[in-house]
T-cell receptor, first 111, second 114 residues
Framework: RKEVEQDPGPFNVPEGATVAFNCTYS??????FFWYRQDCRKEPKLLMS???SGNEDGRFTAQLNRASQYISLLIRDSKLSDSATYLC????????????FGAGTRLAVHP | DAMVIQNPRYQVTQFGKPVTLSCSQT?????MYWYQQKSSQAPKLLFH???????NEADTPDNFQSRRPNTSFCFLDIRSPGLGDAAMYLC?????????????FGPGTRLTVL
């Protein structure tokens, strides 16, 4: 089993739709969690950190479920510009200076 | 603007010909990372430096080496590139001393091996 797993997609949605991605992690000691966005042939860019209480940034909402060991990303009112691959990343343990990435979920928003 | 810079952006090398990729940062972060990312795959951590301390991942081939001469610069050396080493190589930095393990990525170097 991979340490961090994501549904690869693609998720094809119309503009204005709401879409949600999940990411599961295997290490229950994992400490911190992130969502990154990666455009085709570009570097990952931090979208948002994921806090225990959940957090929201505009149209984006991230949630953490420690009991079931997954994080989620909800995108409301999808825009064409949201088309990208969304990577989740997990710091596997306290004191670790590294992140384990999922392979990403591809989102395609169409008119 | 503070940033992570990678040079070159595109590198073509021949099978077996050594190549060096460069990363520099103006963020003054104490941790620098090198990742390999192949198409539709997760970025795979090769190694990282915490200040001058080198940390190699267990499954990183010996063909990959790294140097960090100072806080700002880090190099990835591929001693004998094979066709399977063609990938995007991403450099990242973080500042855990500042209580954050968020990583910031450079634009990457896309390596082609002929």
């Amino acid at each position: 089993r991979k340490e961090v797993e994501q549904d690869p997609g693609p998720f094809n949605v119309p503009e204005g739709a709401t879409v949600a991605f999940n990411c599961t992690y295997s290490n229950s000691a994992s400490q911190s969690f992130f969502w990154y966005r990666q455009d085709c042939r570009k570097e990952p860019k931090l979208l948002m950190s994921v806090y225990s209480s959940g957090n929201e940034d505009g149209r984006f909402t991230a949630q953490l479920n420690r009991a079931s060991q997954y994080i989620s990303l909800l995108i409301r009112d999808s825009k064409l510009s949201d088309s990208a691959t969304y990577l989740c990343a997990v710091n596997p343990a306290a004191g670790y200076n590294k992140l384990i990435f999922g392979a990403g979920t591809r989102l395609a928003v169409h008119p | 603007d503070a940033m992570v810079i990678q040079n070159p952006r595109y590198q073509v090398t021949q099978f077996g010909k050594p190549v060096t990729l460069s990363c520099s940062q103006t963020l003054n972060h104490n941790v620098m990372y090198w990742y390999q990312q192949k198409s539709s795959q997760a970025p795979k951590l090769l190694f990282h430096y915490y200040d001058k301390d080198f940390n190699n991942e267990a499954d990183t081939p010996d063909n990959f080496q790294s140097r960090r001469p100072n806080t700002s610069f880090c190099f990835l050396d591929i001693r004998s590139p094979g066709l399977g080493d063609a990938a995007m190589y991403l450099c990242a930095t973080s500042n855990p001393a500042g209580s954050s393990d968020t990583q910031y990525f450079g634009p990457g170097t896309r390596l082609t091996v002929l």
